[in-house]
C-alpha cells in the first residue's frame, strides 16, 4: 500500500503530522511519500499542483490531504492560487463520489449551536457530485454583456450542467450507499427554477425506478433543504446533491455536529481509489499556533482505511480511539466547553495514539 501524504498550507501541516503518527502505531505495512500541495507548492514551484505532486497522487492506493489557501493568495490569477490544487486533484483523478458524513457524538452534544435534543445522536452521511456542475462546467469567463439588464457592461457567467451518466454514476454511489444504512435517500435539487436541475431529479428518479425501489427517495429543493437541516436534522440520512450545492449544504451540516473540526471526508473515483480530507480548511487564522484540532484528519485516515485500503479493523481502532479520547474529557478550543480539559493539537494526537497503544489517557484537571 502506498499513500501519498498532502499536507498543504495552513494547520494542514500540523493535522496530518498527527494522522500520519496514528497511521504509524497501527503497524501496517503501507509507504508513504509526501509533496507539497496548494499555497506551498506554489512557493516552491510556481504552481499550487505541481507535475510531481500530481503523479505521486496518482501512483499511490489513497491520498491524505491536510488543506490548501491563505488570504495572501487572493490575488493570484485564478489558475495559480491554492485551490485549483484540491478541484485539480478531484477533476485529474476522477474523484467524482464525496462522501460526508455528520455524526454528533453523544460527548459532544453541547458544543452544538442547536439544541441538544435536535442533535443528539444526530447521524447523516451527505454525498457531493464532486467533479461536475457549476464547479467545472465550460464556458467560462468574463465579458462584454450582448444582452441582459446592461448591454455593453462588464459581466462574468459560469455554466451550470449536468450529464445523464454523470449523475447517473453518483446516484447509484448514494441509493448504495443508503442500502448499508436506513435506507433513506433526500436528493437535493432546484428543480422549480434550473434546468439542469430538474433533469437531475429525472435522472435520479429513473435510477431509483429501475434499481433501488427498495430505498425510500425523497426529493426536496436546497433551500427547503437548508431549512430543514437545522429544523429537524434526524429527519435525514443520506443527503444527496450536486458540487455546487452540496458544499454550502456540507459545511452547514457540520457545524450542526458543534465543529467542523471533528469531520472527515472521502472523495472516491470510480475504483474506490480515494483522496481524504478534513472537511474543514486550512484556517490561517490559527496556522503555527498548535491549537487546530487533528481529529477530523485522524478521522479521515480511518475512512482511507476502510473505503481504500481494506482495513477496516484498523480503522475501528481509530475510531474508538477517538471516542476514548473524548470521553476522557479531551477538547481542542474548538470543541473545549466548561469542565472538560483543554488540549492542542500535538496533545490530542499523542492522546489518540495512547488510546490505540492501550495506555491510559491523562487528563490534567
Ligand atoms: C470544500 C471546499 C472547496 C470546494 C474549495 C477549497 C475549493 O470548500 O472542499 O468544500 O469548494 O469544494
Ligand atoms: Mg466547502
Redo the contacts with the bound molecule.
Sequence with gaps: MKIAILPGDGIGTEIVEQAVRVLKVLDLAFESETALVGGAAYEAHGHPLPEGTLKLAQAADAILFGA??DWKYDKLERALRP?QA??GLRKQLGLFANFRPALCYEQLTHASSLKPELVAGLDILIIRELTGDI?FGQPRGRRTAVDGHFPGAEEAFDTMRYSRPEIERIAHVAFQAARKRSKKVTSVDKANVLETFQFWKDVVTEVHAAHYQDVELQHMYVDNAAMQLVKAPKAFDVVFTGNMFG?IL??EAAMLTGSIGMLPSASLDKNGKGLYEP?H?SAPDIAGKGVANPLATILSAAMMLRYSLNQPAAADRIESAVKAVLSAGLRTPDIWSEGTTKVGTREMGDAVVAAITGKTITTKT
Design positions: 490548501v489557501g485551490e484540491i478541484l464547479y458544499d456540507s459545511d472537511s480548511g
